[in-house]
């Protein structure tokens, strides 16, 4: 998967979370964590990531971050919980 179709997920999950005002204030907060973490893991070069032990530290945190969502949002919120799934799924074979 290239970085422009995760863009494009996370721009989905973004269209998601808005159309659902329901979701809690502290769920909408990680999930832009979420969002700011994966942004700047992608903004570096492969070459930058490989080199910088920070890179892997930010990639656990995203993988902890997505999972505890994940178990947050699985009753009240299926659709995102669904486009979650897939980013976790897509960053997995990215090797975040």
Same mark, same amino acid.
Request: aromatic share 0%; proline share 3%.
């Given at each position: 998967?290239?970085?422009?179709? =995760?863009? *494009?997920?996370? %721009? #989905? ?10 979701? +809690?204030?502290? @769920? /909408?907060?990680?999930?832009?964590? =979420?969002? *700011?973490?994966? %942004? #700047? ?10 080199? +910088?032990?920070? @890179? /892997? ?9 997505? %999972? ?14 669904? @486009? ?13």
């Amino acid at each position: 998967m290239n970085r422009e179709e =995760l863009t *494009a997920l996370l %721009q #989905r999950l973004h269209t998601e979370l808005a159309a659902r005002p329901q979701v +809690d204030a502290s @769920t /909408r907060e990680a999930l832009q964590t =979420l969002d *700011a973490d994966i %942004q #700047r893991v992608l903004a570096q070069s492969d070459e930058q990531a490989a080199n +910088d032990p920070q @890179t /892997r530290d930010d990639q656990d945190d995203i993988n902890v971050l997505a %999972q505890t969502l994940e178990a947050k949002l699985e009753t009240d919120h299926p659709v995102l919980v669904s @486009t979650l799934r897939d980013l976790m799924d897509r960053l997995g074979k990215m090797g975040i």
